[in-house]
């Protein structure tokens, strides 16, 4: 039996992914890290690394769109927010927060994170 990839455990090994000039705010790498394929994103100035796999049907995610969404509002109203922290599947637009990984549709779906690190300016993730 192989493990599930959206569920199995950290590692636990650190991968050097990409150093930190070459990520500026807004921006994206999709790199390896070991045996996972993980998206590094600069939310303005937070990394975040997620596994390149939406957890609908189990494709690439992050070539999505970014993006903001709306929130909760009255009726007749649309608040924009979180201007670049949603990511947008490209498959069937499930839209997901990219700094808590909670799928903004589906409440019970999420983004795997992984742990990030930023050491002699090049980024770290834990995998
Ligand atoms: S595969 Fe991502 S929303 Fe369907």
Redesign the pocket.
Known sequence: MTADPARAPARGQWWSVVPLADLPPGSRRVVRAGQFTVGVFNLNGRIVAILDL??????P?CGGRIDGTTLPSSYGTFDWSREGEILS??????EFDLVSGACLVHPGKRLRHFPVRVEDSVIYVQA
């Open positions: 939406c957890p609908h049907e189990r494709v995610i599947c490209p498959w069937h637009g499930w």
